[in-house]
């Protein structure tokens, strides 16, 4: 079908746009920046801020940009003089409803109501400042929510109610006295919240971030008495670039490598490692059920943890599907603390495991529940997200381009490109199947690339031939996606009937981890897709790209776990779930 | 058996709670005991609409009208007029003191009125089908489903000219014929019933005196339109309204004239009601369908209009409960025979909801084109206690004021937007000379403050600086600068909210700058307030001349700012001074003054 175009003007130029095309794309076409605040590519437009309002020639009231399509013939004013006064005045009536904290916010330098600020060249406060009583939510270990910094956008409602399904946060209260906040004026970790943090990615001011813990950090560097090592996450390392001014998808994996060493980390271990493990142990858990017990399928996978903490609360009827395997930072940090504490001999107490991750819900994972002490003690002792990386690595002094190429240390930092693959939806899946494929005939596929999984689809299908033998699978990703599979599921559990598939991957973030709610801001489609390419690029430029094929995988089962599933790795690479209330309260 | 005598007796919800109720009993009870059950009936109306001279029966057929009648009356009542076919003369309405008593036919607040909207309301018993059906209720719609096209509908709206009464004044036929066009397996009628400005209550009175003339007239859109579900969205603090519509529905369903197969025919429609929280929001009309829907009363952006995507993002026709009142009328007596009432622009009358400084409060129907000095010297009554006539504000919160110059103003959509104001959904507040123009403002601010979604930065910030700013004006904080904010932030607020609310919440503030800056100036420059409304700009002083020193102030100040002995001139000392204003009225000789 083809797309039926209009003819409009913005501001004397003429250009011809697809029907349906909102004034804000029209005039972005047309080269025209019209300033906005609430709006966000990724959501529905709220228009609440009121800062995109043009004049379409003919028409008594302005529309807002964001929220009205264009019209044939229109003839569409972006900017004037009058537009441009109106609009100082609304900034500077948000401004008054803002604290003047910048040079001690987070978001300092970052804020998308600064910017603007500063683009309108404001320089006083016009009117007094009218601001919400402070309250700031500091109940999780993940997020801190800023009650008097927030601007009431909505975007965090949006995200998290239609993107994600979660509906942690509401707007409550009414007027000027509306808030931003969990349903019932609740606290966080009373809410149905899973702490993926989509709304601190989303947030254009300070108001939802993540809990700093860079210092944590440093403090732990600091500590004579302590052995610091660290990991970090797959995703992580095509992002991290985006803080230094570098294209979004460019792989800096060796210089993260040198930077974390000349932090003076002990150890620099790699996350897409124990990646690789996870799909042994949780590749060995397909292939058991869907050999000796198919009835038990679907397999779910569970290394996502704000998908652990939505399952728990929203679908406990389908623990019994969920695998087992611990994600891949727990199962590393379980690893750092006894394997590599042994074989080097540093007590494990002794050891500081720090986690550099794309996500705010795992600085909540790593205490969840005693299975995460697998070492006897906190198997992980502070995550920070590729964002906080990115402020400490400023504060540090070092200057990022600069950086040699360095090295992981080996044994828990080598990986092959099915664990870097796990940084983007559909990866664990085409992982696994590269791995299950080979453990149910011990046979490698002929061809690698499991592309159906791929892409920003947000289900995708797939049937995968395994001598004869059909597979189904199903991936989804964005939490609103994945209640439609678990909602089939669910049916067809009720109905006695076999569930549509046998393996079902699921992440909690839109694209999966490349688009984690700890990545650096201003994510939208275009970049969770450059991002995404820089991983498969890892992946193919890997010399190995088969988790089976990894050979510090195999070895740290000969020595110390002899097979996937055994009774060791399952004391420390292995967890258990539990149906969580909804609501604490 | 047929009655010879008929009670009506008005059962609003303001005469209900001057225990109308009470005597709708007392009275079946005294003409049951005096044998009179087979003579007359009573019957409990809706408002009559002079809610001033509350509660009223009237008496038919001999027209008798008895105001502000008590349950002590009752017995009075029946003994001399029912059995003894006497007046009671004391009960009759009275104009004035030094005027006489004057029958019903006589009275200045009924002469210029002319009923469409309210035909019903103190006519007949709200909770009796058959009463409406008697005053060719139901007409309409048996006249729409056998021998009128969808298009033959819309044709006689369009002719009619009827403009939406909730306060925009859209064309009606307009809204139909685009919900009509678009192509949908399911299309919604809504009615509008939440009234929410100050002051306002001209629906709930239309609602409560006569559901069936919404009902039917809902039944109608459908029938146009081509919706068989219909949705009346009332606020749940008008519990008289909704017991009577939940009456009036079940009632209507019974006869077959709502529900399946209406009177027989392949037209099916059936009608709900939602109830509101009393959010003054949800009266927006996307806020309201979102309301319905189950989620917060925010409004969403238009386009698209809910003519296209409404409830449920199918097509729905929303239009609030005045304007529907008129449809049934319009089909029965034709859309030319109500194009002659009224402006060229504005056909039909508007109903008002008459309060303030003014004699004869209540609820008005008038033609448009009236004029403000009409309503306020001839059915009002003039101001109370003949004071100065300042100002009325028309459109509520959401309005602006109409100064005296303006009193010859013929009434119409076009008129009152031409001198900044807004037709509004009928509230009409009078003001006068005793009234300070920045406290007016400041009420209504603080409502619309109170009742903004929060939604949209520009109303939910830009409100609460007017208001600061007005406090300011108020209390002798304010520079000129502040008038100029004050513009600045309503032009904004104007220009950049989301809905209806945000965008008409500054005009209080923009037409009382246009009329009477000087009376802002006189607060900001000269820290005075003339009406002495803003306290803070009050002083209290004591004329040496006029005091005696009997020290009555003094002992009545609560913060004892007042200095003085026995026979000595008494002196306030102002930084003491809470300007509660005890000893103007303890001083019995005028010798304390504000100012």
Same mark, same amino acid.
């Given at each position: ?247 979004? /998808? ?37 292939? $058991? ?79 969840? $529940? ?146 984690? /709610? ?68 | ?116 909207v ?47 009464r909730g306060g ?22 809504? !009615?509008?019933?939440?009234e929410?400005d100050?002051?306002a209550y001209m629906d ?116 609030n409960?005045e ?27 508007k109903v008002f909801a008459l ?8 609820l008005i129907e ?28 028309s459109g509520g ?26 037709m509004g959904s009928g509230g009409l ?117 006029? !005091? ?48």
């Amino acid at each position: 079908m083809t797309e039926t175009m209009i003819k409009i003007k913005i501001n004397e130029t003429e250009l011809e746009v697809p029907a349906g095309t909102s004034i804000l794309d029209a005039a972005k076409q047309a080269g025209i920046k019209i300033p906005t605040l609430c709006y966000h590519e990724d959501l529905l437009p709220t228009a609440s801020c009121g800062l995109c309002i043009v004049k379409i020639k003919g028409m008594n009231k302005k529309v807002r940009a964001c929220a009205t399509a264009a019209e044939n013939g229109q003839e569409i004013i972006t900017h004037d003089s009058e537009l441009y006064n109106i609009r100082k005045i609304v900034l500077e009536l948000i401004l008054s409803n803002h604290p003047n904290e910048c040079l001690t916010c987070q978001r300092n330098g970052n804020c998308e109501l600064q910017t603007l600020a500063k683009e309108f060249g404001i320089r006083e406060q016009v009117f007094k400042p009218q601001l919400k009583p402070k309250n700031i939510d500091k109940s999780t270990t993940s997020l801190i929510l800023d009650r008097q910094k927030c601007i009431s956008c909505g975007r965090c409602v949006q995200v998290c109610q239609n993107v994600q399904d979660v509906w942690a946060l509401e707007f409550i209260g009414r007027g000027f006295n509306t808030n931003i906040a969990p349903a019932g004026d609740l606290e966080l970790n009373e809410s149905p919240c899973v702490k993926c943090g989509q709304c601190s990615a989303h947030c254009p001011v300070g108001a939802i971030v993540e809990k700093d813990e860079v210092d944590k950090v440093w403090e732990g560097l600091n500590d004579t008495t302590k052995h610091a090592v660290v990991q970090f996450a797959p995703a992580v390392r095509v992002a991290f670039g985006e803080g230094f001014k570098l294209e979004s /998808g460019e792989i800096v994996t060796n210089k993260i490598y040198s930077l974390l060493k000349k932090f003076g980390f002990k150890a620099v271990f790699d996350t897409n490692f124990s990646a690789d493990l996870t799909i042994m142990e949780e590749g060995s858990e397909f292939v $058991d059920k869907f050999l000796n017990n198919p009835a038990s399928l679907p397999l779910i996978t569970s290394c996502c943890p704000g998908w652990v903490d939505y399952l728990e609360k929203y679908y406990p009827c389908c623990i019994e599907h969920f695998s087992t395997a611990k994600s891949p930072q727990q199962m590393l940090s379980a690893l750092a603390k006894t394997y590599y504490a042994e074989k080097n001999g540093i007590d494990p107490k002794d050891i500081f495991m720090v986690s550099v991750m794309p996500c705010t819900a795992k600085k909540y994972e790593i205490s969840r $529940d005693e299975n995460m002490s697998a070492s006897g003690i906190q198997d992980t002792d502070v995550v920070i997200t590729t964002r906080e990386l990115v402020r400490m690595t400023k504060s540090s002094g070092i200057i990022f381009d600069a950086l040699p190429e360095g090295k992981a240390d080996s044994i828990l930092g080598e990986y092959t490109g099915a664990g870097t693959i796990f940084g983007v939806t559909g990866g664990v899946m085409e992982a696994a199947i590269r791995s299950a494929y080979y453990l149910i005939t011990k046979e490698e596929l002929s061809d690698i690339n499991i592309t159906p999984v791929r892409g920003l689809k947000g289900v995708k299908e797939a049937e995968i031939d395994i001598k004869g033998t059909k597979v189904r699978v199903a991936v989804a990703h964005g939490l609103s996606n994945v209640k439609k599979v678990m909602n089939k599921i669910k049916e067809a559990k009720a109905k006695g009937e076999e569930t549509p598939w046998h393996f079902i991957e699921v992440m909690a973030c839109v694209g999966g981890c490349v688009g984690g /709610g700890g990545q650096p801001y201003g994510v939208t489609n275009t970049i969770r897709n450059k991002r995404t390419e820089g991983i498969y690029t890892d992946d193919k430029q890997s010399k190995a790209r088969c988790s089976h094929h990894n050979p510090m995988v195999q070895k740290v089962y000969e020595e110390y776990l002899d097979h996937p599933n055994s009774h060791k790795a399952h004391d420390l690479l292995h967890t258990s779930y539990t149906h969580r209330p909804v609501y604490l309260k | 058996m047929a009655y010879n005598t008929f009670v009506l007796i008005c059962g609003g919800t303001a005469c209900e709670s001057s225990k109308s109720d009470e005597m709708y009993k007392l009275l079946q009870k005294e003409i049951f005991d005096n044998n009179l059950k087979n003579d007359v009936q009573v019957v409990k109306t809706g408002c009559f609409g002079f809610c001033e001279q509350g509660p009223i029966i009237k008496i038919l057929p001999d027209n008798t009208f008895y105001v502000k009648v008590t349950p002590d009356d009752i017995k009075e009542i029946v003994q001399e007029h029912l059995v003894k076919g006497r007046t009671v003369e004391r009960l009759e309405y009275k104009p004035s003191e030094d005027k006489g008593r004057v029958k019903i036919e006589d009275i200045e607040f009924y002469q210029k009125q002319f009923r469409i909207v309210l035909r019903n309301c103190g006519v007949i018993d709200p909770e009796n089908i058959n009463e409406y059906i008697a005053r060719d209720g139901y007409l309409a719609l048996e006249k729409v489903i056998f021998q009128m096209t969808p298009d033959d509908i819309i044709n006689e709206l369009k002719i009619s000219g009827l403009r939406g009464r909730g306060g925009a004044g859209f064309p009606t036929w307009m809204k139909w014929n685009l919900t009509k066009k678009e192509n949908a397996d399911q299309k919604y009628v809504v !009615c509008n019933a939440d009234e929410g400005d100050p002051g306002a209550y001209m629906d709930r009175s239309t609602l409560e005196g006569d559901p069936h003339s919404v009902l039917e007239a809902m039944a109608i859109c459908g029938k146009a339109i081509g919706a068989s579900r219909g949705f009346i969205y009332i606020r749940a603090e008008y519990p008289l309204a909704i017991t009577r519509l939940e009456i009036a529905i079940k009632q209507a369903k019974e006869l077959g004239l709502l529900g399946d197969n209406i009177l027989g025919s392949d037209f099916s429609f059936d009608i709900e009601i939602r109830l509101g929280a009393g959010a003054f929001v949800c009266g927006e009309e996307t806020a309201l369908l979102r309301s319905i829907e189950g989620s917060r009363g925010m409004p969403t952006p238009r386009p698209p209009f809910p003519s296209v995507k409404g409830l449920w993002e199918k097509p729905t026709c929303i239009n609030n409960v005045e304007t529907w009142a008129n449809v049934p009328v319009i089909i029965n007596k034709g859309g030319a025979w109500f194009s002659k009432i009224g402006t060229e622009n504005s056909k039909g009358t508007k109903v008002f909801a008459l309060t303030g400084k003014i004699n004869n409060s209540g609820l008005i129907e008038v033609p448009m084109g009236t004029t403000l000095r009409e309503i306020i010297y001839d059915i009002g009554g003039g101001i109370i206690n003949n004071k100065k006539f300042k100002a009325a504000q028309s459109g509520g919160p959401s309005g602006g004021v109409i100064p005296e110059q303006y009193l010859d103003t013929p009434i119409d959509y076009n008129n009152l937007t031409a001198i900044g104001s807004m037709m509004g959904s009928g509230g009409l507040i009078v003001m006068d000379e005793d009234d300070c123009i920045v406290d007016v403002v400041k009420f209504y601010l603080q409502f619309t403050v109170d009742e903004s979604c929060g939604k949209c930065a520009p109303c939910r910030i830009g409100g609460k600086q007017l208001l600061s700013i007005l406090d300011d004006i108020s209390a002798g904080n304010a520079t000129e600068q502040s008038i100029k904010n004050l513009k600045a932030i309503s032009i904004a607020m104007n220009n950049a909210s989301l809905c209806g609310l945000g965008q008409t919440a500054s005009n209080p503030v923009m037409s009382t700058l246009k009329y009477f800056e000087d009376e802002y100036l006189e607060h900001i420059n000269g820290k005075k307030c003339s009406a002495g409304k803003c306290k803070s700009l009050m002083t209290f002083t004591i004329v040496a001349d006029k !005091c005696i020193g009997c020290t009555a102030c003094a002992r009545k100040c609560p913060a004892n700012a007042i200095i003085g002995t026995v026979k000595q001139v008494h002196v306030i000392d102002q930084s003491k001074c809470i300007k509660c204003g005890a000893c103007v009225t303890a001083c019995k000789f005028d010798a304390v003054i504000k100012g």
